[in-house]
């Protein structure tokens, strides 16, 4: 079972392409070449208030459900870094492992994982540091997020491979995912 998170703001689906370029490649490449187009358009119904909406699509081959519910987001100032071998190249609805590490957070707010010395993904979001000119992000990420790729290809991030060892050269780090856009952390911390 796999799962999309996708952004309502006041009834309108945000960024839509993009979750359904990952939801085609993901049904196609886990359930074969053969399965049905399913138009995300056509399938989400957002209820018309205002404010925004997290919307959670589960899916297989077909859709299985999608719910609906007001957002708020989680507060994140500091990350511990994790280090762990975990893959998660799709978007998958059972998150056992990426839980366990979330529960080694301690006093953080959560986790930022480290893959062979070099830094991946947070528990909920992709990561990108400025080192006072550019915005770059791990060039590879657990999982390539939909706000990381429209933010890649509009040439605003940069993706390339970032040591731990390099972390405390930047000037600051941002959370981007599909429900919080981009978003810059000030006097954040990550730490071991």
């Given at each position: 079972?796999?799962?999309?998170?996708i952004?309502?703001?006041?009834?309108s689906?945000?960024?839509l392409?993009?979750?359904?370029?990952?939801?085609?490649?993901?049904r196609?490449?886990l359930?074969g070449?053969?399965?049905?187009?399913?138009?995300?358009g056509?399938?989400?119904?957002?209820?018309?208030?205002?404010?925004t909406?997290?919307?959670r699509?589960?899916?297989t081959?077909?859709i299985?459900?999608?719910?609906y519910?007001?957002?708020s987001?989680?507060r994140?100032k500091?990350?511990?870094?994790?280090?762990?071998?975990i893959?998660?190249?799709?978007?998958?609805?059972?998150?056992?492992?990426?839980?366990?590490?979330?529960?080694?957070?301690?006093?953080?707010?959560?986790?930022?994982?480290?893959?062979n010395?070099?830094?991946?993904d947070?528990s909920?979001?992709n990561?990108?540091?400025?080192n006072?000119?550019?915005?770059?992000t791990?060039?590879?990420?657990?999982?390539?997020?939909?706000?990381r790729?429209?933010?890649?290809?509009?040439?605003?991030?940069?993706?390339?491979?970032?040591?731990?060892?390099?972390?405390?050269?930047?000037?600051?780090?941002?959370?981007?995912?599909?429900?919080?856009?981009?978003?810059?952390?000030?006097?954040?911390?990550?730490?071991r």
């Amino acid at each position: 079972m796999l799962f999309e998170t996708i952004c309502i703001q006041n009834g309108s689906i945000q960024h839509l392409s993009y979750h359904q370029t990952r939801f085609d490649r993901s049904r196609r490449e886990l359930y074969g070449e053969e399965v049905p187009h399913i138009d995300l358009g056509d399938a989400i119904r957002p209820p018309s208030t205002k404010g925004t909406l997290k919307c959670r699509i589960l899916y297989t081959k077909e859709i299985e459900s999608i719910d609906y519910s007001p957002y708020s987001p989680r507060r994140i100032k500091r990350l511990k870094l994790v280090d762990s071998t975990i893959a998660y190249s799709h978007k998958f609805a059972d998150r056992e492992e990426i839980d366990e590490l979330f529960g080694m957070k301690e006093d953080a707010d959560d986790i930022l994982i480290v893959r062979n010395g070099l830094v991946t993904d947070t528990s909920i979001a992709n990561i990108a540091f400025y080192n006072g000119h550019t915005w770059l992000t791990p060039k590879s990420p657990l999982l390539a997020g939909t706000t990381r790729q429209r933010l890649i290809k509009s040439g605003f991030l940069v993706p390339r491979d970032i040591s731990v060892d390099e972390i405390e050269r930047f000037e600051r780090f941002a959370l981007l995912n599909a429900m919080v856009g981009f978003e810059p952390i000030e006097n954040g911390i990550i730490y071991r």
